[in-house]
């Protein structure tokens, strides 16, 4: 059983006896419409025979009667919205946690757009399929069977009569239930690139504008949503089609069984109360026949959002085995990361190498740098570091165990990274250095403040460490973006630091402050620098050059200078 389709199933298991619930009042309610029903055309019969009524007889039964069904349709509606509500999110929670343990490269390969548009619409739409399309199909089933049972009773030939149109009805509904999937498909494709690119044009909103794109976006938006538009427009077409056909197709047996009725009755096989239950019965079964049918349409619909979500469920989760759980402290007698011969592409045919053969070793307490040009590997270098991708070959040593052994989670612990790309999470400043340690405390999250340089910053604004940071920390400026993910980086007192160029992206003031934090929060640990301004590493004990996805050229500032070689040219250039 697909991933998908499993974690739906179970949910509906487990919340089964909401939906029995929803069943027997349903089916209380239809059997109380029927009673009701063959009630008036009992009392119906009395009175065309000449008998003598008392309707004060009728009225207690028939308040009784009114009273439950009231009950019954109350109880049914309640365990119902109650039964989708829960499986909606029992699977949306299920789906959330799946995706946040996939891997990062699930993330690299899909668009935002698509993983939102699933999140969100897709989930939506199974939604539908729980609190609108399985109700109404049970409904409609239980109404059927239960008005069937009763029409039997009266005159079995009525039913004979009632069924014999309907195949052609599952004809019509079979084709045009397959063209709806796939321009359902069609739809959702274009959901996500209007999606991907709204979020596209709002995150790039500067550059954008610096470069006058808006009309270039505009078109791009437009194009989508023409194409969503003009499939939206087929499926309607075809949905009021089928429509359309369901009401032709549902009136024949309809005047048929009506015409049989008429006859039936003069033919003195049926009487006239029981024609006129018939008729109303009829009524309540008609379209009740006809959504079964064409129910058909709605759940090939869904089909294709659950088909979507199961493509998440099958995406295999970050491993989870390793039996190092502890983060392991700063050991001088091994080295706290050496790599041999590692190599990795990002395609899975492994037809283009970012690193081949990569080797080098890091002691703990060590500083050390890799420069080279852009696309060389260097980035790729850290995410391998922190078990975001798995290498294709080669060995990967973390204090000494190979990094297959380590817990993933525990062996992201011994990093904590600096990057230029600083992101932080809507919310207040207090929260985003809080990401560094749970349960941190005001004394831990203020002292890691001042030990980055950005604590009397903060307590100079008027709400202090509540003050928010907006999306992505757009209402506070680079360098001071910079200088909470160094203090978050202190709270979280890893022992190995991985800086990405934090400097590159901030004025000579920021900087200065900048420098000074990372200064501190280097002290007494292993420091991996990826560099882009060769004069940030001039004091490292020791610098890779990479190029061609290996090591070029290895050793201190002076010694690559002196080579005269790669390192050398790229200094030269400033």
């Not at 612990?413 to 207090?430: A, D, H, K, W, Y």
């Not at 941190?440 to 202090?464: R, V």
């Amino acid at each position: 059983m697909d991933g998908g389709n499993s974690k739906m199933v179970k949910a509906g298991i487990r919340n089964g006896y909401m939906l029995l619930l929803f069943i027997i009042f349903s089916f209380i309610l239809n059997e109380v419409i029927i009673a009701g029903n063959d009630f008036i055309a009992k009392a119906t019969d009395l009175l065309l025979s000449g008998e003598q009524v008392y309707f004060s007889e009728f009225i207690t039964p028939l308040f009784w009667m009114i009273v439950l069904g009231t009950v019954a349709a109350y109880l049914k509606s309640i365990f119902g919205n109650y039964y989708s509500a829960m499986v909606q999110k029992e699977v949306r929670t299920s789906l959330e946690r799946h995706l946040l343990q996939l891997p990062f490269s699930y993330f690299d390969e899909k668009g935002t757009g698509s993983i939102i548009t699933r999140l969100i619409s897709d989930i939506e739409e199974m939604g539908r399929f729980f609190s609108e399309i399985l109700p109404s199909f049970l409904i409609n089933i239980i109404t059927v069977m239960t008005a069937t049972i009763y029409l039997i009773e009266m005159d079995a030939m009525l039913i004979v009569v009632l069924f014999a149109s309907y195949p052609i009805m599952l004809i019509v509904a079979d084709r045009l239930s397959k063209k709806l999937a796939e321009l359902t498909k069609k739809l959702r494709t274009h959901m996500d690139e209007r999606t991907e690119k709204a979020y596209d044009a709002i995150q790039g909103i500067i550059v954008g504008r610096s470069y006058n794109l808006y009309e270039l976006q505009k078109q791009k938006i437009d194009t989508i949503i023409d194409n969503m538009v003009a499939q939206a427009c087929k499926s309607t077409r075809i949905s009021s089609l089928g429509f359309v056909l369901k009401n032709v197709i549902t009136t024949i047996p309809v005047i048929c069984c009506y015409l049989f009725a008429l006859y039936e009755t003069r033919q003195g096989r049926i009487t006239v109360g029981e024609m006129m239950a018939f008729t109303v019965i009829l009524s309540r079964i008609l379209y009740p026949i006809g959504d079964i049918v064409f129910c058909a349409n709605d759940i090939r619909e869904v089909g294709v959002a659950l088909k979507r979500i199961q493509e998440i469920y099958k995406q295999k989760k970050e491993r989870t085995d390793g039996s190092i759980h502890k983060r392991l402290e700063n050991d001088k007698n091994v080295p706290a990361v050496k790599w041999q011969n590692i190599d990795f592409s990002y395609d899975a045919s492994k037809e283009h190498c970012v690193l081949n053969g990569m080797s080098f070793s890091v002691e703990a307490g060590e500083q050390i740098a890799f420069v080279g040009g852009s696309g060389e590997g260097k980035t790729t270098i850290f995410k391998l570091l922190c078990g975001f991708y798995e290498k294709n070959n080669g060995e990967y040593m973390l204090f000494g165990h190979s990094f297959e052994d380590w817990n993933l989670e525990s062996a992201r612990n011994c990093f904590s990274e600096v990057s230029q790309n600083v992101f932080l999470f809507p919310g207040t400043i207090r929260q985003n250095v809080a990401c560094g340690k749970e349960n941190a405390t005001e004394e831990e999250i203020i002292e890691a403040c001042k030990n980055a340089n950005i604590h009397d910053f903060i307590i100079q604004l008027p709400k202090g460490y509540e003050t928010m940071v907006g999306e992505r920390g757009v209402l506070l400026s680079g360098g001071q973006r910079q200088r909470i993910s160094i203090a978050r980086a202190f709270l979280k007192d890893a022992p190995i630091l991985l800086l990405d160029e934090p400097t590159a992206s901030v004025d000579v003031e920021a900087e200065q402050k900048i420098q000074e934090a990372i200064e501190r929060i280097a002290a007494g640990r292993t420091v991996i620098i990826i560099a882009h301004r060769l004069s940030t590493v001039k004091n490292a004990k020791r610098i890779y050059v990479v190029s061609g996805g290996k090591v070029a050229e290895m050793g201190t500032h002076q010694e690559l200078l002196e080579k005269q070689g790669i390192y050398a040219q790229m200094y030269a250039k400033g």
